[in-house]
């Protein structure tokens, strides 16, 4: 079954290619993250025997969670910091097809972190304690601030000053910073606090998905030209086709996409305490 998700997943992802090379038409960027998530679901099924597939209710919270998050970042990249452009999204129809797509990346991002949790299960071992417990206690209420600050920071430059690319720098780790202070708050593990206890699984557990994607997904714009980077430092060189900057950026993503989710779910254990 978890081989016919596989191949479900690659035939949705090269259809999803196939199209939007040859028509061009942004509808098809919709599908590429279904066919992740499904490829990345399998694989899960196969090492651990659960599927977030075939638990219905945890995926359907997820889909306008995302596309709720992808509004959020895309204020931030294309009106706050003008680093984003989107070339090709014209009309009702294409945006419905871009926040789909965005909706489509939080199951996506979360099947892929957890396969590469099961599979980097012994690298717990890497990490070493930063911070003891007392001192975090002490440290989360000022990056809670701290992430406030940074957000409303970005906004105050885009009106009193103009759009500066750099400003989502500010703009996106504010929004961490405080999601992780909202975890704190809940009584859950961020990815932050996970990091300061010394267990660094769940960064290289993202960043190896994410650089996946990034090759991925960035050649496939490459392609079509569907939308374009700009006001940004870092576009060059390219490694693999993709601009260095974009690795960061879709790491960010994936930073962001599972933070939010632990931050606000509700049921369930949290993101970063599950093991393999």
């Known amino acids: 079954m978890w081989v016919l998700e596989i191949l479900a997943g690659v035939l949705v992802m090269s259809g999803s290619a196939a199209w939007g090379v040859s028509t061009r038409l942004f509808y098809s960027h919709?599908?590429?993250?279904?066919?992740?998530?499904?490829?990345?679901?399998?694989?899960?099924?196969?090492?651990?025997?659960l599927s977030l597939l075939r638990r219905w209710p945890l995926w359907v919270d997820m889909l306008p969670l995302g596309?709720?998050?992808?509004?959020?970042?895309?204020?931030?990249?294309?009106?706050?910091?003008?680093?984003?452009?989107?070339?090709?999204?014209?009309?009702?129809?294409?945006?419905?097809?871009?926040?789909?797509g965005w909706g489509l990346c939080l199951p996506a991002i979360y099947s892929s972190y957890r396969v590469f949790v099961l599979l980097l299960g012994r690298s717990r071992a890497l990490g070493m304690r930063i911070l003891t417990v007392e001192a975090q206690r002490r440290t989360f209420p000022l990056l809670g601030?701290?992430?406030?600050?940074?957000?409303?920071a970005s906004l105050f430059v885009k009106m009193y000053v103009g759009t500066w690319g750099p400003g989502v720098i500010a703009g996106f780790s504010g929004l961490w910073l405080f999601l992780e202070y909202v975890e704190h708050t809940r009584g859950r593990r961020g990815l932050l606090k996970a990091?300061?206890?010394?267990?660094?699984?769940p960064v290289f557990a993202m960043l190896i998905p994410a650089s996946v994607l990034?090759?991925?997904?960035?050649?496939?714009?490459?392609?079509?030209?569907?939308?374009?980077?700009?006001?940004?430092?870092?576009?060059?060189?390219?490694?693999?086709?993709?601009?260095l900057v974009a690795y960061f950026g879709?790491?960010?993503?994936?930073?962001?996409?599972?933070?939010?989710?632990?931050?606000?779910?509700?049921?369930?254990?949290?993101?970063?305490?599950?093991?393999?």
Do not use: C, H
């Open 195 to 201: 990091f300061l206890q010394g267990d660094w699984l």
């Open 67 to 100: 596309a709720f998050l992808g509004l959020v970042l895309d204020f931030q990249m294309v009106t706050v910091s003008g680093i984003l452009e989107y070339v090709s999204v014209g009309g009702i129809a294409a945006a419905i097809s871009l926040y789909l």
């Open 250 to 276: 879709y790491a960010f993503w994936f930073i962001l996409f599972l933070s939010f989710y632990e931050a606000i779910r509700w049921r369930g254990r949290g993101t970063w305490q599950e093991s393999p």
């Open 30 to 49: 919709a599908l590429f993250p279904l066919g992740f998530w499904l490829v990345s679901d399998g694989l899960e099924y196969r090492l651990s025997g």
């Open 145 to 152: 601030a701290a992430g406030a600050f940074f957000v409303a």
């Open 214 to 243: 990034a090759v991925l997904w960035e050649n496939l714009n490459l392609a079509m030209d569907s939308w374009t980077y700009r006001n940004l430092f870092w576009l060059e060189p390219k490694l693999l086709g993709v601009p």
